[in-house]
């Protein structure tokens, strides 16, 4: 067997164990599946843009997800709101309208391709896996004083 047929066999394999991750809203009503192709799928990412604070409380973690891997099974209470809060840019977020937890968020550039997934909405043990460790920090400008910059990022 050809050394490229072996490799492109073993990528397959590794792609077709990949664990389908569940989520969950604070009660529960909304659920949904995660299903990455590979661990380069997610792209956890912090944020400490205004808007973050403003909607989060303070920074944001989030997975970025193709759209593809994101489905929700269960929303009867989904709700979501879109805006542009004066940055010149509509945001739009997506919420468990019983419980308030934010499920994800997207900016219209990204509507029709990525989600970014609130990281602490992924169903335990899902969230202590190494693929969704923090790869880079957005608006560090806007980071509070006190708040040290991620490992490696
Ligand atoms: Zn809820
Ligand atoms: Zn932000």
């Given at each position: 067997m050809?050394?490229?047929?072996i490799?492109?066999?073993?990528?397959k394999?590794k792609?077709?164990?990949?664990?389908?991750y569940?989520?969950?809203?604070?009660c529960?009503?909304?659920k949904y599946?995660?299903?990455?192709k590979t661990?380069?799928?997610?792209?956890?990412?912090?944020c400490?843009?205004?808007n973050?604070?403003?909607?989060?409380?303070?920074?944001?973690?989030t997975?970025?997800v193709p759209?593809s891997c994101f489905k929700?099974?269960?929303?009867p209470?989904?709700?979501?709101?879109?805006?542009?809060n004066?940055?010149?840019?509509?945001l739009?977020r997506?919420?468990?309208g019983?419980?308030?937890?934010?499920?994800c968020?997207?900016g219209?550039?990204?509507?029709?391709?990525?989600?970014?997934?609130?990281l602490?909405?992924i169903?335990?043990?899902?969230v202590?896996?190494?693929?969704?460790?923090?790869?880079?920090?957005?608006?560090?400008?806007?980071?509070?004083?006190?708040?040290?910059p991620?490992?490696g990022?």
């Open positions: 050809p050394q490229r047929y490799k492109l066999q073993k990528e394999e792609c077709a164990t990949m664990p389908t569940t989520g969950t809203c604070y529960r009503a909304v599946n995660l299903d990455l661990p380069q799928d997610a792209r956890t990412s912090l400490h843009c205004h973050c604070k403003k909607a989060y409380g303070n920074y944001a973690i997975v970025k759209l929700y099974t269960e929303s209470t989904l709700k979501k709101h879109s805006m542009d004066g940055s010149g840019k509509v739009n997506e919420f468990c019983e419980c308030g937890s934010f499920i968020d997207y219209d550039a990204a509507k029709n391709d990525f989600r970014y997934v609130l602490g909405t169903d335990e043990p899902g202590h896996d190494e693929i969704f460790k923090p790869q880079g920090e957005f608006y560090i400008s806007q980071r509070m004083k006190w708040f040290p991620i490992p990022g």
